[in-house]
């Protein structure tokens, strides 16, 4: 093989690679929906993904939750 030919094969893949959809990519609003679902213990594993997801974790902890009753 060629290094042209090789050169053409890295490059294609790559522009695959760039298609492919990413989780980092999902909105804000879709983040706190799929993080609230989580138990505390994944909130927060979840949260040190990036930036965004710690965001989403750190809200979705905050939001006001009804309290446990105690019988």
Same mark, same amino acid.
């Given at each position: 093989?060629?290094?042209?030919?090789?050169?053409? /094969?890295?490059?294609?893949? %790559?522009?695959?690679?760039?298609? &492919?959809?990413?989780?980092?990519?999902?909105? *804000? =609003? /879709? /983040?706190e929906v799929i993080i609230s %679902?989580? !138990?505390? &213990?994944?909130?927060? *594993?979840?949260?040190? !993904? =990036? &930036?965004?997801?710690?965001?989403?974790? *750190?809200? !979705?902890? &905050? !939001?006001?939750?009804?309290?446990?009753?105690? =019988?």
């Open positions: 093989m060629s290094k042209d030919s090789i050169g053409f /094969l890295e490059s294609k893949n %790559q522009s695959k690679e760039e298609d &492919k959809p990413s989780f980092a990519d999902l909105t *804000l =609003c /879709l /983040l %679902q989580l !138990v505390l &213990k994944d909130n927060i *594993l979840g949260s040190a !993904v =990036c &930036k965004t997801w710690r965001e989403a974790g *750190l809200y !979705v902890r &905050k !939001v006001d939750k009804p309290p446990w009753l105690m =019988c």
